[in-house]
């Protein structure tokens, strides 16, 4: 029989090499990752069998064994699972098949020093065994399959598949130790790294032949939570996320009553790559009455919790459910009511530790955010886990906090969207709030253009973006420090100023809805905002990216009355001197509202030559 021989595709190759020198820092790990996959392959083959027993004929008692010999100096890890085709050898062990391998190794090593331990995410538990090993085989016969292969690797660049004799169903994993690691020979060893690290996984560990197995062989999840220790759920989750990391939340507990169902769910500690992505996989993983049936259950979990990672036993739905069957069941929904009562549940306890819940929202909040758009059963316990960057300081804010430190008069709860909280806290749009110490919320998500438009109040207070005409501040009395700034400047007189607003309105045509005067300015002329019911400035910046609109809608030009170029233009309005430098100014502090908001001048040619007559008159005054 010829081997046939392979390369390993470019990231597996550099992948196994960040896996075999850097990832881990206890070596003996690659025996969690060996029986965690032989646990999953048996994991499917029994789910596989519901529908085509004959696929396990006699032999349906699940098993991993573990067998060292010391005079060969191997070790094999071996069950009677799913197994493996040849080209699923080929598939699952000599490539990385999940997207986003290659731009996150990038990432790698661009960073240097980035976290090693998400790596675990893209799947590379098997190669671990090259840690320890000069070379691996891997023997595998599919469920159902006439013919085995085997599969071997040095682990340095290339791998070589063959037929292979045989004859029973599932696959061996045999190490070739290195030299140096003998003491993964002894017996003695061998159990206390499969106690410590795989005592979770539900199926019998046989050691050497011993015939009574190693582990205590039950789910950990029906387990009394009284008996499992911290560092169990640890290790179950690692092997049910995949993950390397400490959980940021664990949440195990049994409904009973009108329907049954066990759950041990797990908020990671670290950000999935793949949030994002609509092709990412689903994280928490359905059994019924201890049969795993499928990590693919649509609907389990809402889409806003999609990070949460674990298993959900059911007591009550039907053994040969189909995946199929799976969408839209009542079963199916009534869990996940339950599962969000207790999450949300759960983490508003997280949120008394501010430290660790501020690394949660980092990770998640963005996601969670969006099921305060989508859940509006949920709204108002979502939002109370809301955690926002504002003008108040550093820290992150509740709504609480902000509705506690709300000003007198002030009965609207401030936000401003934009891509990036620092630039925000600088805008124009701010400074009237700034004068009167109005907390603003700085919203940089892209679900933040979303969300406050669905939500109606948080404790009777509505969400008004700043952006947004209609703020009335004139009720705000200025904070005190601000109370001298805002009163040495007097305002332009009511007359001046209505020549000057149906000036600059006739100047600049349909290119604003409106030109209004406006308490909201202290050091800028102008600022551009929306109608009360226009889209807002950012949210429109979004569509248009998207192409989802093309012509933007004019915006309010709000002038700030107290401003001495506005004092001064109103003044020259009155008396009708000179009407076309107005217009040319006009037109420029438009511009310059447009510039401070991120969009372009209106017209690049006309902003040029205005700009340039301008400057010229400056010049030429000097010399006068
Ligand atoms: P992960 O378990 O995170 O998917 P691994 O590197 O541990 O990543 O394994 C890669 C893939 O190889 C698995 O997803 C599975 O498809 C396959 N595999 C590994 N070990 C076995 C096994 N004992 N039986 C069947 N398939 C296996
Ligand atoms: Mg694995």
Same mark, same amino acid.
């Given at each position: 029989?010829?081997?046939?021989?392979?390369?390993?595709?470019?990231?597996?190759?550099?992948?196994?090499?960040?896996?075999?020198?850097?990832?881990?820092?206890?070596?003996?790990?690659?025996?969690?990752?060996?029986?965690?996959?032989?646990?999953? &392959?048996?994991?499917?083959?029994?789910?596989?069998?519901?529908?085509?027993?004959?696929?396990?004929?006699?032999?349906?008692?699940?098993?991993?064994?573990?067998?060292?010999?010391?005079?060969?100096?191997?070790?094999?890890?071996?069950?009677?699972?799913?197994?493996?085709?040849? /080209?699923?050898?080929?598939?699952?062990?000599?490539?990385?098949?999940?997207?986003?391998?290659?731009?996150?190794?990038?990432?790698?090593?661009?960073?240097?020093?980035?976290?090693?331990?998400?790596?675990?995410?893209?799947?590379?538990? *098997?190669?671990?065994?090259?840690?320890?090993?000069?070379?691996?085989?891997?023997?595998?016969?599919? &469920?159902?399959?006439?013919? &085995?292969?085997?599969?071997?690797?040095?682990?340095?660049?290339? $791998?070589?598949?063959?037929?292979?004799?045989?004859?029973?169903?599932?696959?061996?994993?045999?190490?070739?130790?290195?030299?140096?690691?003998?003491?993964?020979?002894?017996?003695?060893?061998?159990?206390?790294?499969?106690?410590?690290?795989?005592?979770?996984?539900?199926?019998?560990?046989?050691?050497?032949?011993? /015939?009574?197995?190693?582990?205590?062989?039950?789910?950990?999840?029906?387990?009394?939570?009284?008996?499992?220790?911290?560092?169990?759920?640890?290790? *179950?989750?690692?092997?049910?996320?995949?993950? *390397?990391?400490?959980?940021?939340?664990?949440?195990?507990?049994? &409904?009973?009553?009108?329907?049954?169902?066990?759950?041990?769910?797990?908020?990671?500690?670290?950000?999935?790559? /793949?949030?994002?992505?609509?092709?990412?996989?689903?994280?928490?993983?359905?059994?019924?009455?201890?049969?795993?049936?499928?990590?693919?259950?649509?609907?389990?979990?809402?889409?806003?919790?999609?990070?949460?990672?674990?298993?959900?036993?059911?007591?009550?739905?039907?053994?040969?459910?189909?995946?199929?069957?799976?969408?839209?069941?009542?079963?199916?929904?009534?869990?996940?009511?339950?599962?969000?009562?207790?999450?949300?549940?759960?983490?508003?306890?997280?949120?008394?530790?501010?430290?660790?819940?501020?690394?949660?929202?980092?990770? $998640?909040?963005?996601?969670?955010?969006?099921?305060?758009?989508?859940?509006?059963?949920?709204?108002?316990?979502?939002?109370?886990?809301?955690?926002?960057?504002?003008?108040?300081?550093?820290?992150?804010?509740?709504?609480?906090?902000?509705?506690?430190?709300?000003?007198?008069?002030?009965?609207?709860?401030?936000?401003?969207?934009?891509?990036?909280?620092?630039?925000?806290?600088?805008?124009?749009?701010?400074?009237?709030?700034?004068?009167?110490?109005?907390?603003?919320?700085?919203?940089?998500?892209?679900?933040?253009? $979303?969300?406050?438009?669905?939500?109606?109040?948080?404790?009777?207070?509505? $969400?008004?973006?700043?952006?947004?005409?209609?703020?009335?501040?004139?009720?705000?009395?200025?904070?005190?420090?601000?109370?001298?700034?805002?009163?040495?400047?007097?305002?332009?007189?009511?007359?001046?100023?209505?020549?000057?607003?149906?000036?600059?309105?006739?100047?600049?045509?349909?290119?604003?809805?409106?030109?209004?005067?406006?308490?909201?300015?202290?050091?800028?002329?102008?600022?551009?905002?929306?109608?009360?019911?226009?889209?807002?400035?950012?949210?429109?910046?979004?569509?248009?990216?998207?192409?989802?609109?093309?012509?933007?809608?004019?915006?309010?030009?709000?002038?700030?009355?107290?401003?001495?170029?506005?004092?001064?233009?109103?003044?020259?309005?009155?008396?009708?001197?000179?009407?076309?430098?107005?217009?040319?100014?006009?037109?420029?502090?438009?511009? !310059?509202?447009?510039?401070?908001?991120?969009?372009?001048?209106?017209?690049? !040619?006309? *902003?040029?030559?205005?700009?340039?007559?301008?400057?010229?008159?400056?010049?030429?005054?000097?010399?006068?």
């Amino acid at each position: 029989m010829t081997e046939e021989r392979m390369s390993f595709r470019a990231e597996v190759s550099r992948l196994l090499d960040i896996v075999v020198h850097s990832l881990y820092s206890d070596k003996e790990i690659f025996l969690r990752e060996l029986i965690s996959n032989a646990s999953d &392959a048996c994991d499917k083959l029994r789910y596989e069998a519901l529908t085509m027993p004959e696929l396990t004929g006699e032999d349906t008692d699940f098993k991993i064994t573990v067998d060292a010999d010391p005079k060969a100096r191997t070790i094999t890890v071996a069950d009677n699972g799913i197994g493996m085709s040849r /080209d699923e050898l080929i598939e699952n062990l000599g490539t990385i098949a999940r997207s986003g391998t290659s731009a996150f190794l990038e990432k790698i090593e661009e960073a240097k020093k980035a976290d090693l331990t998400q790596i675990g995410q893209f799947g590379v538990g *098997f190669y671990s065994a090259f840690m320890v090993a000069q070379m691996v085989e891997v023997t595998s016969r599919k &469920a159902g399959s006439a013919e &085995a292969w085997s599969w071997h690797s040095d682990g340095k660049g290339e $791998f070589a598949v063959e037929e292979d004799d045989r004859t029973t169903r599932g696959t061996s994993v045999t190490l070739y130790l290195k030299q140096g690691e003998d003491q993964l020979l002894k017996e003695d060893t061998l159990r206390l790294i499969i106690n410590r690290y795989s005592d979770h996984i539900a199926l019998p560990v046989y050691l050497n032949g011993n /015939d009574k197995p190693t582990n205590r062989a039950a789910a950990l999840w029906l387990r009394n939570k009284s008996e499992i220790t911290a560092e169990q759920y640890k290790e *179950f989750y690692h092997h049910v996320a995949h993950a *390397f990391e400490e959980p940021a939340l664990t949440a195990h507990w049994r &409904a009973e009553g009108k329907i049954e169902y066990t759950a041990l769910l797990f908020v990671p500690g670290m950000r999935p790559f /793949d949030l994002f992505d609509p092709k990412r996989q689903h994280g928490v993983k359905l059994y019924v009455k201890r049969v795993f049936i499928t990590d693919a259950a649509e609907g389990l979990v809402p889409n806003y919790l999609r990070f949460l990672r674990g298993v959900i036993d059911s007591e009550d739905l039907p053994l040969n459910v189909s995946r199929e069957m799976l969408q839209h069941n009542p079963l199916l929904a009534k869990i996940r009511q339950g599962v969000v009562r207790r999450v949300l549940g759960d983490l508003n306890k997280f949120a008394d530790d501010k430290g660790a819940y501020a690394g949660f929202w980092a990770n $998640f909040g963005a996601v969670v955010k969006e099921g305060v758009y989508e859940d509006s059963e949920h709204r108002e316990e979502l939002l109370k886990l809301a955690r926002f960057r504002s003008t108040h300081g550093e820290e992150l804010v509740s709504l609480a906090d902000y509705v506690g430190r709300m000003k007198e008069g002030q009965d609207a709860i401030y936000y401003i969207n934009g891509d990036d909280a620092d630039a925000l806290a600088r805008s124009p749009h701010l400074e009237g709030f700034a004068a009167r110490g109005i907390e603003v919320l700085l919203l940089t998500d892209t679900v933040d253009d $979303f969300w406050p438009g669905a939500v109606d109040a948080y404790l009777d207070k509505k $969400f008004k973006s700043v952006t947004r005409a209609g703020q009335d501040l004139s009720k705000i009395a200025p904070a005190d420090g601000e109370k001298d700034k805002t009163a040495a400047k007097e305002e332009a007189p009511a007359s001046d100023l209505s020549s000057l607003i149906a000036l600059i309105k006739l100047a600049l045509g349909d290119k604003v809805k409106d030109v209004r005067s406006s308490d909201r300015l202290t050091d800028s002329p102008v600022c551009l905002v929306a109608d009360e019911g226009d889209v807002d400035l950012h949210l429109e910046r979004f569509l248009k990216q998207h192409n989802q609109i093309r012509t933007p809608s004019a915006r309010i030009l709000e002038i700030n009355p107290r401003h001495t170029l506005i004092r001064k233009m109103a003044e020259r309005a009155k008396t009708g001197g000179a009407s076309s430098d107005l217009d040319d100014i006009a037109w420029l502090l438009l511009d !310059q509202a447009r510039l401070l908001d991120g969009e372009t001048v209106t017209d690049p !040619q006309g *902003f040029n030559r205005r700009l340039g007559d301008v400057l010229t008159k400056v010049v030429f005054a000097e010399e006068k």
